[in-house]
């Protein structure tokens, strides 16, 4: 029963109070996180879990370089319920993938509708460490200043390598005409910023695709999906996330979810 399976998002049993400035999170705590690797290249960008069968990443993520099909189901492994990169839990699921659908409106270059949907080739077992984040309505507004985690395997620091433990830092929402003043102009309305404007904590390279959460009075929420940034957690530099409600029509048409 879909409501059944689905009042269970969001939720994680282990609460503590890209990921620059960041802290170990606990095993556990971000049961919607996901690791996408290519295959015997590691991990590349994160993901979060949305139902059994789909997870969202970001679009720039899935496009082909002169070396890589990204766009190519085939080259993908996703490891759910990861907490150290190559340490194979019994709470680690492994999937291929079914498909990889970006979305169709997505601008390489100016990282508009950064978004994408992949499909796992088989349903995954949710479990107190593995189970999906909740998607918010389209209605759903995530307030300038509320508190939001992002959560990540990124670099610790620009230029930096990528982290082994899972990293999560706390971030506020930044209003979006003072953002897009900071960030010449580049922010549209598909566009969540969010950081510390002095600096020091940001998602960075690696962390892209991954999830910005954001606590609901007993469940998160995905408000956003991990884009892009000027560097990694410059002063007066936020992160900049693709807005979840605002494709939330193109989830439900493309997964059902």
């Known amino acids: 029963n879909a409501d059944c399976v689905f009042s269970d ?42 139902s ?14 002169a070396k890589t099909r990204y766009s190519q189901p085939g080259v993908w492994e996703a490891y759910l319920g990861l907490h150290v990169q ?16 970006p979305h169709p409106y997505y601008n390489a270059y100016t990282f508009d509708n950064d978004i994408a949907l992949m499909e796992l080739d088989s349903p995954v077992a949710f479990s107190d460490y593995i189970r999906p984040i909740c998607l918010p309505s ?7 200043g509320n508190s939001v985690w992002i959560t990540g395997w990124g670099a ?3 230029g930096g390598s990528g982290a082994s433990i899972l990293q999560k830092a706390q971030v506020r929402i930044i209003n ?13 309305s598909r566009m969540t ?5 002095t600096g020091g904590v940001d998602a960075c390279q690696g962390d892209s695709g991954g999830p910005l959460s954001s606590p609901g009075t007993s469940r998160m929420f995905l408000a956003g999906v991990v884009s892009w940034g000027d560097g990694c957690a410059r002063r007066d530099k ?7 409600t605002k494709f939330r029509g193109w989830i439900k048409e493309k997964t059902g979810v």
């Not at 049993?13 to 690797?37: M, N």
Request: proline residues 4%; aromatic residues 6%.
């Open 176 to 188: 979006s005409t003072v953002c897009n003043r900071l960030m010449g102009g580049q922010i549209t």
């Open 9 to 50: 998002c969001g939720r994680s049993l282990f609460k503590t109070s890209r990921i620059v400035g960041g802290q170990d999170a606990e095993e556990g705590e971000f049961p919607w996180q996901v690791s996408l690797h290519i295959k015997n290249a590691g991990h590349v960008c994160g993901a979060s879990i949305i």
């Open 86 to 101: 190559k340490q194979n839990s019994k709470n680690v699921q492994k999937r291929n993938l079914r498909q990889v659908i």
């Open 193 to 197: 910023c969010a950081g510390v404007l």
């Open 238 to 244: 936020p992160g900049i996330y693709s807005t979840v």
């Open 52 to 65: 059994q069968r789909w997870l969202v990443t970001a679009a720039h993520c899935v496009q082909d370089d």
């Open 138 to 144: 389209p209605q759903h507004t995530f307030p300038q």
């Open 156 to 158: 610790t620091r620009e």
